[in-house]
Structure formats: structure tokens, C-alpha cells
């Protein structure tokens, strides 16, 4: 569940035919072949272009024109006999309404919109309730309102971002629940017959006193009536949407039980109520195998209930990050407001060992946040005036007051926990195929039994018929599309959810499926590699002066400087909390550097001549140029060089005092992050604009394997050509870049990945962001898919291995050879447990180390 949105091209430019994309919650879906029917059902509408059903989620996503027919959509979900989960209501209070026509014109306006499934306007009481679907904003609702010419707000709220995910726990635990409550009806009712049956079978001194005391007939009786409790009670279920559903030759796999149970229901009460009906030799019961299978599956409809619940508790963790109230400075009070009532530019104060409320800028105070949430990075991080905060992270030591930038929908938390449910919702390529199985699955499997049948009853031993029963019910019972339809969307899932905790989005789900093939990595370097800002990294100086004097006095100079270069010695004075004194006649040489005048503090016997210094800063042409010696520094000068840096020179009154370097230093993760790219067997290609020899530099320092130096965001997508033509069949290239200068080599890649960095997370071109802000996101990114896509091909094996062998043995293939056939009650267990499996196996990913 999620929003009703326009979809636009990778370049930012609206379609030709603009498009809306909506989600709906299916109820009723049990197995593959139930999202697959409902699939074609929704795909046939007019006006869909796509339509995909994700059976772990039970909700439907459909794309296609403005202006979908949403009734047209529910109508064909009931028809294929299932029902879409109850429409969410809001309410909004309506201005300038005078008559009839003004509220009947509201209506029409209303209804038609992407995602309104009905409105009704009271003009008495100057109100509109709008039942819509989820993701559908009061905004978006009093906008057209107003378009109309009338006021509106909103007097209910709607589903916030990951609200779908917390209703769907919800729902999980109201299922868990009745099945657990019907599960031990069923259990009381069954647990008599299996022993009067099999009872006897396993204690031969059971059956001669049941035969004594109550009789077969007595004891048929009581099974006969204890069963129909558990069919009609517990078990009613599997034919309320069971035979509905074979009726409109569309069998599910509610079918699937209904037919196997009533089959061994039906011929146990012939045989107890008309034996002479049946052939001589035939006349027994199973009351025991119908009564079993009931209980077997509903224990597994619990356990699969009870696990799927918890494939979202990623989002429900994100969602419970954020708190529900915050402290806001309103007409010089402070008071506690429900976060909903926050508005932008609001002043919020914040206590240590709080929660951010919303996403915001620190205006006061000095505190370490802890943005493991947001990053997975562990190491808290300083937050002063200037610096941003964002909502759901965890304020330790000081505390803070910080001013509302973003909240509610747009805010990081918000667009985190709609990247996850998207991509949760996605269906990966290799689900196609399973799709198409699928479809064919449970047909296939009913034809099936009905051959069973009718080759036991012509070819089988006596008694053919009991054996053509058995069988048949057995190959009914024991194969289960649910396990093909969960064993993708169950992982990617979890997945997907373990990577939003290691601060890896997936926007687009099939990306987490490519980045297994991934052979080349191409990044970015400014921002990707480096810091993204130009720093002090050197300053060396020559015997008579001091570090933080000199370096006090070139940044008197650079402050009259608007180059990079300046800004950074300036910054790095004022970290190291340095008095920086006036300066004057400051001049630019073009190409060689700065000089100027600069006044130092006053000192006893220090004349107003001597406390001014002459200061030069700049190129070694400069210093020539003015006749003084640099080869006290040329060994530095040649190392920095080495490094890709450009030294500075800086003299005072015309003698040499220090050499520095400025440049964009290198991220303290990079290095180890280009290692664990080697260690996954990736090739790194560094493509950047910058000059050669500083790439080459830093290639040589990383252990980069090529550079691509000197491009424009232009000839990075053509080098990104270059390097896809010469990969190997089938593998994938990935580029890293921030995001922002590099949305068209992020589109033009196979896999785009953009540096997050609290601020911009919707980046449109990416396929994933990393929120770590650094290039050890892509590493884990990579080990997350290739974990996960194990993860669903043991999934996929278990499901089809699993009917591949239990079928034929259930059909009795193996009897004629050794004797093998397969009881319904063992199928029914066998079948519950395989779709717990599946699930099972997917939550192990919660586990899996990705450092």
C-alpha cells in the first residue's frame, strides 16, 4: 500500500501520456495461483497498462492511465472472488457552499480522482467524506476542492508512510488469532477421532475394545458427527471461497482442500450411512484424514501468519522511531503538540536522550546525534547551530533547539519507510517465470488427481476404489502453490527490510536481483571518494615560525578571497579557534596568487612598522617572481605532488615560512570500502572531471584498477557505454555517484546507487541509496543481494523440489516399485509445513552480517 503518483521519466520530464500508479489490498489471496488470477483479472481493465500482485504483501499494484476506473478494479478482484480490504475515510470540512449544485459538483470533482473510491458532500452540515485508497493525501483532495472554487481542510487524517505496514501487522495478528482460536476447536473435535480410528491401527487391543464397548458402527457415527464439526465450524473457510471459486472455473488452493476433504468426507459417510452403494470390499472411513488435513492446515495458516507478521517489522521499527509529541515554541510559550500539528518553521526544543521530532536545523545548542537509523553508521555524530537533524534520530548529550524544515510526508523517516514499501511491493524478474507456473499450478494439479483416480480404479488392487480415494485426496492435499508464490516476495521482503536497517534503499526492488551480477563498480570521485568540500590537509613550516601563527595570518589574508581554496584555510583557522587580525591592501595576482597587509597584535617594545607583516601566498612563480628560496621545502613540494595536491607557498616580509596543500581529502572509509569491493571480485573505475594527475594520484592511493579523468557529466555516460560493451555476457555495471550532478550516468548504469546524505534521499535516478554516505553501503548493497537472492533460489528449489517429489509420490508412482503411497493426513502436514518453510528461511536474512 502505498501513494497514488504520477510516474515520470528518469530525466525529470513528465510521460506524453501521464500515468497514475495505484495500490490496492487484496483479502482473501492463499496462494500463487490466487495472486495470479487476480493479476490477469486486474491487467484485462480498461485502461491498465500493468498489473502486479505480490501475495506476501496481499496488495495489488496497478499503473496506468489518468483517471483509472478504481470501481472498475474492485469490481474485478470480487468477481474472481476475492475482496479488496475496506476503503480508509477522511473527512474535510467545506467552505462557500450555497446550494444543491455547489455540493453535487464537489461530488463529481471528488470522484473523479485516482484513488477516491466514493464521495458524499452534506450540505447541511458543510462536510465531505472521501473513502479512499491508501496513499491518497488530504492535500492532494483539498486542492481540487479549492481548484472548484470552494475552501477545504482537513477534520481526519490519513494513513501516514508506513501505515500500510503497521495495518498489515495488525491484520497478521486479528488472523493469527482466529486461527489460533479455531485451530484448538479443530484440535478438540479431531483429536477423538484420530484415536477411535487409528487407535486400533496402532494398538490392536484398542480396536477389540472399542469393537466391544461402543461397536463400528457407534464408533463410525461418533466420527461422522465430530468431523462434520470440524468442516463445517473451523474448516468452513476452505469452502466459503473454495467452491466459489471452482464454480467459476478459477480453483484456488481453498479448492484444492475443499475437494480433497469433502471427497474423504463424502465416501465415509456412504459407507456409514448407504454401505450397500459402495463395492464389496470398499466400505471404510476417513473421517480421520478429512478431520487431520482441516487441523494440519490450519496449524500451518497460523505459523504462516505468525511469520509473515514479522517480514515487516523493519518498517514497524522505522515507524516506531518517530515520537508522537514534540516541545514547540508558540507565542513565547513552550508546548507539547501531537506531532501531526507541527508545521514548518516551527521552533522545536529537544532534551537529551530524545528523539528528533522532524527534520530540521540546529539554531541553538551543541549535541551528538546518533543517526545509526538513518546511516547504520554507529558513531554519533556533533550537531551545532547550522547543521541539519533529521526526525526519528536519537539525541544524546546537549541539548538542542532546532527549527521544522520537513514534516510529515516529506520528511527523510517518511520517504525511508516509502522507498522500503515500494520496493517490498515489487515484483523481481525471476518471479516471472514462477508466475506463469503458477497460473497452471492448481488446475493442473485437480487434473491430476482426477487421473489418479481413474488409473487406480481401473489398473489398482483391490480395493480399487478405497485405493483411487486415497490417492487421489492425498495428491489434492499435498501440493501447495503457496510455497512458489511466497518463496520471492517473502525474501525480498526481508531483505529489503534488513537493507533499510544497514542504511541501503532500495527504490527499485529488481535492482536488489541485478546487483548479484554485478562485475564493474564505476564511481564518482568528488563527494563518492572524497569528502565532496575542499580542507586544509597540509601545512609545513620552515624553523623561526610557529604552525598556528602562520596560519592565522594567511587566513587574514584569504578572508578578502571567494575561491575554495580560502574558504578552506579560513575554516580551518576557526576550528583551531584562531584570532584572525585585519588585513589590508589585499591584491590578486592572476595565476600566481594573493599578497596583502597584515596587522598583528600589538606588543610591548613593538613598533606600529614591525607589528605590520607582508604576507604572500601563492604558487612557486610567485615566490620566484619575488626572489625568494623555496628549496627549503622542495622535498615536501615533490611528495605533495605525488599525492595529486597542488602545494602553496607562503612567505612573510619576503622570507620563506610554509608550504601548504588544499584539497578534497579522501573519506576515512574509502579505502576500506574499495578493499571489500575487491574482495567481492569487482573491478573499481573511478570516472571524474577532475585532472589526471590528481585521479591518477588518487587511483594509486586506493588501489583503484582504471581511471576516466577529465569528463563532463556527458562523458561520463559515454565511458559508462565503453565499459558495459566490454563486460562479459550477462553482468552488470554499477555507478556511484551523489546523486545530484551524476543523475545521468546513475540512469545510463545498470544499477545506479546515489550517496544519500540525510537531505536528498528521493533521487530519482537511483536504483538504491546509500544513506551512509560513503562507499561502504555499496559493498554491503551488494552482499544484501547476492544473500538475498540465495536466500530465493533455496526458497524457489524447496518449493518446486517439493511438489516435484511428493506429488508423484502421492499419486503413488512409486507403489508398483516399492510400495510407497502417502497418507492424506501426512500430505495435509507436509503441506502446511512447506509454505512455514519458505517464510521461515526468508527470516533468516534478519540475521545475515553484512559488514
Known amino acids: 500500500m502505498s501513494a497514488i503518483q504520477t510516474s515520470s521519466s528518469p530525466s525529470g520530464q513528465p510521460p506524453a501520456t501521464p500515468e497514475h500508479i495505484l495500490r490496492l489490498n487484496i483479502d482473501g489471496m492463499t496462494c500463487a495461483s490466487c495472486s495470479a488470477r487476480v493479476q490477469k483479472a486486474l491487467a484485462s481493465v480498461a485502461g491498465v497498462s500493468e498489473a502486479t500482485v505480490n501475495l506476501a504483501t496481499e496488495t495489488a499494484t496497478i499503473t496506468g492511465k489518468t483517471g483509472l476506473n478504481v470501481e472498475a478494479l474492485i469490481e474485478a478482484v470480487v468477481k474472481t472472488g476475492y475482496s479488496v480490504h475496506q476503503p480508509a475515510a477522511i473527512e474535510l470540512a467545506i467552505e462557500g457552499m450555497t446550494c444543491a449544485s455547489c455540493s453535487g459538483r464537489i461530488e463529481r470533482v471528488l470522484n473523479k480522482q485516482p484513488g477516491v473510491v466514493g464521495a458524499a458532500v452534506n450540505l447541511a452540515t458543510e462536510q465531505a467524506r472521501i473513502n479512499i485508497l491508501p496513499g491518497t493525501t488530504a492535500a492532494e483532495l483539498i486542492a481540487v476542492v479549492e481548484k472548484a472554487g470552494f475552501g477545504a481542510k482537513a477534520m481526519g487524517t490519513v494513513e501516514q508512510a508506513g501505515q500500510s505496514s503497521l495495518d498489515n501487522r495488525e491484520k497478521r495478528d486479528a488472523e493469527a488469532q482466529v486461527y489460533q482460536r479455531d485451530l484448538l476447536i479443530a484440535a478438540a473435535l479431531t483429536l477423538p477421532v484420530f484415536i477411535l480410528e487409528m487407535g486400533g491401527h496402532l494398538i490392536p487391543a484398542f480396536h477389540h475394545w472399542v469393537m466391544a464397548t461402543l461397536g463400528q458402527q457407534t464408533s463410525w457415527l461418533l466420527q461422522f458427527v465430530l468431523t462434520t464439526l470440524v468442516l463445517l465450524i473451523p474448516g468452513l473457510r476452505f469452502y466459503q471461497r473454495g467452491i466459489p471459486a471452482l464454480l467459476?472455473?478459477?480453483?484456488?488452493?481453498?479448492?484444492?482442500?475443499?475437494?480433497?476433504?469433502?471427497?474423504?468426507?463424502?465416501?465415509?459417510?456412504?459407507?456409514?450411512?448407504?454401505?450397500?452403494?459402495?463395492?464389496?470390499?470398499?466400505?471404510?472411513?476417513?473421517?480421520?484424514?478429512?478431520?487431520?488435513?482441516?487441523?494440519?492446515?490450519?496449524?500451518?495458516?497460523?505459523?504462516?501468519?505468525?511469520?509473515?507478521?514479522?517480514?515487516?517489522?523493519?518498517?514497524?521499527?522505522?515507524?516506531?522511531?518517530?515520537?508522537?509529541?514534540?516541545?514547540?515554541?508558540?507565542?513565547?510559550?513552550?508546548?507539547?503538540?501531537?506531532?501531526?500539528?507541527?508545521?514548518?518553521?516551527?521552533?522545536?526544543?529537544?532534551?537529551?536522550?530524545?528523539?528528533?521530532?522532524?527534520?530540521?536545523?540546529?539554531?541553538?545548542?551543541?549535541?551528538?546525534?546518533?543517526?545509526?537509523?538513518?546511516?547504520?553508521?554507529?558513531?554519533?555524530?556533533?550537531?551545532?547551530?547550522?547543521?541539519?537533524?533529521?526526525?526519528?534520530?536519537?539525541?544524546?548529550?546537549?541539548?538542542?533547539?532546532?527549527?521544522?524544515?520537513?514534516?510529515?510526508?516529506?520528511?527523510v523517516l517518511a520517504q525511508i519507510i516509502r522507498m522500503v514499501e515500494q520496493a517490498q511491493g515489487a515484483k523481481l524478474p525471476i518471479q516471472a517465470l514462477v508466475d506463469k507456473v503458477t497460473l497452471w499450478f492448481v488446475p493442473t494439479i485437480m487434473a491430476l488427481a482426477l487421473l489418479t483416480f481413474v488409473v487406480w480404479l481401473i489398473f489398482g488392487p483391490e480395493p480399487a476404489l478405497t485405493f483411487g480415494l486415497v490417492n487421489a485426496v492425498a495428491v489434492l492435499i499435498v501440493a501447495c502453490p503457496c510455497a512458489m508464490g511466497l518463496a520471492t516476495p517473502t525474501s525480498l521482503m526481508v531483505g529489503t527490510g534488513r537493507g533499510a536497517e544497514a542504511g541501503v534503499l532500495f527504490r527499485k526492488g529488481e535492482a536488489l536481483q541485478h546487483l548479484q551480477d554485478v562485475a564493474v563498480i564505476a564511481v564518482d570521485k568528488t563527494g563518492t571518494l572524497t569528502e565532496g568540500k575542499p580542507a586544509l590537509t597540509d601545512l609545513e613550516v620552515t624553523p623561526g615560525f610557529e604552525a598556528a601563527a602562520v596560519l592565522a595570518l594567511i587566513a587574514a589574508v584569504e578572508q578578502h578571497s571567494e575561491h575554495p581554496i580560502a574558504r578552506a584555510i579560513e575554516t580551518a583557522a576557526q576550528q583551531q579557534q584562531l584570532t584572525i587580525p585585519a588585513c589590508s591592501d589585499f591584491e590578486s595576482l592572476t595565476g600566481l596568487g594573493v599578497t596583502a597587509k597584515v596587522m598583528t597584535a600589538a606588543r610591548a617594545g613593538v613598533t606600529p612598522n614591525e607589528q605590520t607583516q607582508h604576507i604572500a601566498l601563492g604558487a612557486d612563480r610567485l615566490m620566484q617572481q619575488m626572489g625568494i628560496d623555496i628549496r627549503p621545502l622542495a622535498s615536501t613540494a615533490a611528495r605533495l605532488g605525488k599525492e595529486g595536491k597542488?602545494?602553496?607557498?607562503?612567505?612573510?616580509?619576503?622570507?620563506?615560512?610554509?608550504?601548504?596543500?588544499?584539497?578534497?581529502?579522501?573519506?576515512?572509509?574509502?579505502?576500506?570500502?574499495?578493499?571489500?569491493?575487491?574482495?567481492?571480485?569487482?573491478?573499481?573505475?573511478?570516472?571524474?572531471?577532475?585532472?589526471?594527475?590528481?585521479?591518477?594520484?588518487?587511483?594509486?592511493?586506493?588501489?583503484?584498477?582504471?581511471?576516466?579523468?577529465?569528463?563532463?557529466?556527458?562523458?561520463?555516460?559515454?565511458?559508462?557505454?565503453?565499459?558495459?560493451?566490454?563486460?562479459?555476457?550477462?553482468?552488470?555495471?554499477?555507478?556511484?555517484?551523489?546523486?545530484?550532478?551524476?543523475?545521468?550516468?546513475?540512469?545510463?548504469?545498470?544499477?545506479?546507487?546515489?550517496?544519500?546524505?540525510?537531505?536528498?534521499?528521493?533521487?530519482?535516478?537511483?536504483?538504491?541509496?546509500?544513506?551512509?554516505?560513503?562507499?561502504?553501503?555499496?559493498?554491503?548493497?551488494?552482499?544484501?543481494?547476492?544473500?538475498?537472492?540465495?536466500?530465493?533460489?533455496?526458497?524457489?528449489?524447496?518449493?518446486?523440489?517439493?511438489?516435484?517429489?511428493?506429488?508423484?509420490?502421492?499419486?503413488?508412482?512409486?507403489?508398483?516399485?516399492?510400495?510407497?503411497?502417502?497418507?492424506?493426513?501426512?500430505?495435509?502436514?507436509?503441506?502446511?509445513?512447506?509454505?512455514?518453510?519458505?517464510?521461515?528461511?526468508?527470516?533468516?536474512?534478519?540475521?545475515?552480517?553484512l559488514s
Open 646 to 849: 597542488t602545494p602553496l607557498y607562503a612567505a612573510l616580509n619576503g622570507q620563506l615560512a610554509a608550504i601548504i596543500a588544499v584539497a578534497d581529502p579522501i573519506k576515512a572509509s574509502t579505502p576500506d570500502a574499495i578493499a571489500g569491493l575487491h574482495q567481492l571480485g569487482l573491478q573499481v573505475v573511478m570516472i571524474t572531471g577532475d585532472n589526471r594527475h590528481t585521479a591518477a594520484a588518487i587511483a594509486r592511493t586506493l588501489g583503484i584498477d582504471q581511471v576516466v579523468a577529465e569528463v563532463l557529466p556527458s562523458g561520463k555516460v559515454d565511458a559508462l557505454q565503453q565499459l558495459k560493451a566490454a563486460l562479459p555476457q550477462g553482468k552488470k555495471l554499477v555507478f556511484v555517484g551523489d546523486g545530484i550532478n551524476d543523475a545521468p550516468a546513475l540512469a545510463a548504469a545498470d544499477i545506479g546507487m546515489a550517496i544519500g546524505t540525510g537531505t536528498d534521499v528521493a533521487i530519482e535516478a537511483a536504483d538504491v541509496v546509500l544513506m551512509s554516505g560513503n562507499l561502504n553501503g555499496a559493498r554491503t548493497a551488494i552482499a544484501l543481494s547476492k544473500a538475498t537472492m540465495t536466500n530465493i533460489r533455496q526458497n524457489l528449489f524447496w518449493a518446486f523440489a517439493y511438489n516435484a517429489a511428493l506429488v508423484p509420490l502421492a499419486a503413488g508412482v512409486f507403489y508398483p516399485a516399492f510400495g510407497w503411497l502417502l497418507s492424506p493426513a501426512v500430505a495435509a502436514g507436509a503441506m502446511a509445513m512447506s509454505s512455514v518453510f519458505v517464510v521461515g528461511n526468508a527470516l533468516r536474512l534478519k540475521r545475515i552480517r
Open 248 to 411: 467459476h472455473a478459477a480453483p484456488d488452493m481453498n479448492s484444492l482442500v475443499a475437494v480433497g476433504t469433502l471427497a474423504a468426507w463424502g465416501f465415509s459417510t456412504i459407507a456409514t450411512f448407504l454401505p450397500g452403494l459402495l463395492p464389496p470390499g470398499t466400505v471404510h472411513v476417513y473421517y480421520e484424514a478429512a478431520a487431520v488435513i482441516v487441523t494440519l492446515i490450519l496449524l500451518g495458516r497460523l505459523l504462516e501468519a505468525r511469520a509473515k507478521g514479522r517480514t515487516s517489522e523493519a518498517i514497524r521499527h522505522l515507524i516506531g522511531l518517530q515520537p508522537h509529541t514534540a516541545r514547540v515554541q508558540r507565542n513565547g510559550q513552550v508546548i507539547e503538540l501531537a506531532l501531526a500539528d507541527v508545521i514548518l518553521g516551527d521552533r522545536i526544543e529537544l532534551r537529551p536522550g530524545e528523539r528528533v521530532p522532524v527534520d530540521g536545523e540546529v539554531i541553538d545548542g551543541d549535541s551528538y546525534i546518533d543517526e545509526s537509523m538513518l546511516t547504520g553508521e554507529p558513531l554519533p555524530v556533533r550537531r551545532q547551530p547550522g547543521n541539519s537533524v533529521t526526525g526519528g534520530t536519537l539525541n544524546q548529550s546537549g541539548a538542542l533547539t532546532i527549527q521544522a524544515t520537513a514534516v510529515g510526508e516529506h520528511s
